[in-house]
C-alpha cells in the first residue's frame, strides 16, 4: 500500500510542477523551452552541431565531421576515411578510389591547448625538421602556415598546418598535388 501512496504522490508532485512550469512560460514568454531529447537519442548526437547547407560543386563531394565541427569540399573521385586515434585525435585519409593512383591527402587533428606552432612542436610531429618555402596563410578565418617537407615514406610533402577551437590541423600531400590540398583548405568552413 506505501509504494502506490508513493508512486501517487511522485505522478502528483510532477503533474504540479510541470503545471507551474506551464503557468510560469506561458507569463515569461521571452523564457526559452528546453526540449529533451528521447530516450533513443545518445548525448553525442544532442551535442554534436549539425553541417550548415552548402553547394557542392561538380566533381565534388562533401565532408563533414560534426566531432571536430569541420567541412570541406573533396574531388569526387577520392574516398573519405576517419581512422580515430589516442587521446582525442584523428586522420582522414581523401584516396583515389582505384588504389592504383598513390596520391590525394589527409588531415591529422589533434586537441592543442597553444595559440601558435612553435618550432618544438613541430619537429615533434614531423620529425624530419624540414620546413622550407614557409608562407603564413589563412583557413576559415583561422592563421596558418603553408610548407614544403620531407617523408621518409611519402618523399618531398606539401603541408598546410593551422590551429582553431582547440585543435592543431595538420594537412599532407604529395608536392605535386598542391593545388589539391590548396583547394580543398580553401573550401573549409567551420560550425
Do not use: C
Not at 4 to 23: Q, T
Not at 97 to 106: I, M, P
Not at 136 to 146: F, K, M, P, R, Y
Amino acid at each position: 500500500m506505501k509504494k502506490v501512496i508513493l508512486h501517487i504522490s511522485s505522478a502528483v508532485m510532477l503533474a504540479l510542477l510541470l503545471g507551474i512550469a506551464f503557468w510560469f512560460m506561458q507569463k515569461n514568454p521571452s523564457i526559452p523551452i528546453m526540449l529533451l531529447p528521447d530516450a533513443a537519442t545518445t548525448t553525442a548526437s544532442v551535442l554534436e552541431t549539425k553541417a550548415p547547407a552548402r553547394n557542392v560543386p561538380e566533381g565534388y563531394k562533401e565532408y563533414h565531421n560534426g566531432t571536430y565541427h569541420l567541412s570541406l569540399f573533396y574531388p569526387d573521385n577520392l574516398t573519405a576515411h576517419e581512422f580515430p586515434e589516442e587521446g582525442g585525435a584523428m586522420t582522414v585519409t581523401f584516396e583515389y578510389l582505384d588504389k592504383k593512383t598513390a596520391s590525394g591527402f589527409q588531415i591529422f587533428i589533434v586537441p592543442f591547448s597553444g595559440g601558435q606552432i612553435t618550432q618544438e612542436r613541430f619537429k615533434e610531429d614531423d620529425p624530419s625538421g624540414v620546413m622550407q618555402n614557409l608562407k603564413n596563410i589563412e583557413v576559415a578565418g583561422a592563421v596558418g602556415a603553408s610548407f614544403n617537407s620531407q617523408d621518409k615514406i611519402l618523399g618531398a610533402t606539401y603541408e598546410i598546418w593551422f590551429t582553431h577551437g582547440g585543435y592543431l590541423y595538420e594537412a599532407t600531400t604529395f608536392k605535386e598535388t598542391q593545388s589539391m590540398l590548396d583547394a580543398a583548405m580553401s573550401s573549409v568552413v567551420f560550425y
